[in-house]
């Protein structure tokens, strides 16, 4: 079974520039997550998607970064215009979302260099 | 404020060695989950425990759940250079998972 798959893997652009990173879940898996991990740091949540309705969007700085799940499978999260203290780790996940358990899995992660 | 705080930050022991990591809050989690994290990877589920008091056992890693579900260790026995990486542990809440800051171990051959 395929895991879930992020790409790019790594990016650098300039700051005031805008990215995009995409994220594939798991097939079946109706919860997708977007996470923030800097350096030595635990993961933060920015969004979490039931289906294609975002459930959670409180930790998603809304003046730049925008996430979409279409279809409620694929998803994208953007950044625009991107700023120095955006350069992180940016972990897409999902879970199947049943069970009292939340085991999520994730992908490897897209390295946002901002300069 | 760090809803869980996890101890030590940094780990640096030789091959053959135990040790343990901590993972404490305030609050009552319904399900904490630990995770390990490789160089330039995702991190991976290890384990997830359920119930206060609960003791799981994965090879030479022993995951312990508090009595009170607020806390929650790692002990490894005869760590082996392979076992590096970093350490989460995450804490189920209101539909969502919080993570501890990690934990960096380096075992040296």
């Known amino acids: 079974e395929a895991g879930v798959v992020q790409s790019p893997r790594y990016k650098i652009i300039e700051k005031k520039q805008p990215v995009a990173f995409w994220c594939n879940p798991i097939?079946?898996?109706?919860?997708l997550y977007w996470y923030l991990q800097n350096l030595g740091q635990g993961p933060e949540l920015l969004i979490r998607y039931e289906n294609e309705e975002a459930v959670d969007d409180s930790q998603l700085p809304k003046d730049r970064f925008s996430a979409e799940r279409l279809k409620g499978v694929d998803s994208t999260l953007k950044i625009q215009p991107a700023e120095l203290g955006d350069s992180a780790v940016y972990l897409c996940a999902s879970s199947s979302g049943q069970g009292i358990v939340n085991e999520q899995f994730f992908g490897p992660g897209t390295r946002l260099t901002v300069l | 404020t760090q809803l869980l705080e996890q101890s030590p930050q940094f780990l640096s022991i030789q091959e053959g060695e135990n040790l343990t990591v901590y993972c404490n809050s305030s609050s009552v989690f319904s399900s904490l989950q630990w995770y390990r994290q490789e160089p330039g990877e995702g991190p991976v589920l290890l384990v997830t425990v359920v119930t206060g008091g609960e003791v799981k056992k994965l090879k030479r890693l022993t995951f312990q759940f508090g009595d009170a579900r607020k806390d929650s260790s790692l002990h490894i026995t005869a760590a082996q250079p392979g076992d590096t990486g970093l350490y989460l542990c995450?804490?189920?809440?209101?539909?969502?998972?919080?993570f501890g800051q990690g934990t960096e171990l380096s075992v040296k051959p």
């Open positions: 995450a804490g189920a809440k209101g539909g969502k998972l919080i």
């Open positions: 097939s079946g898996h109706n919860t």
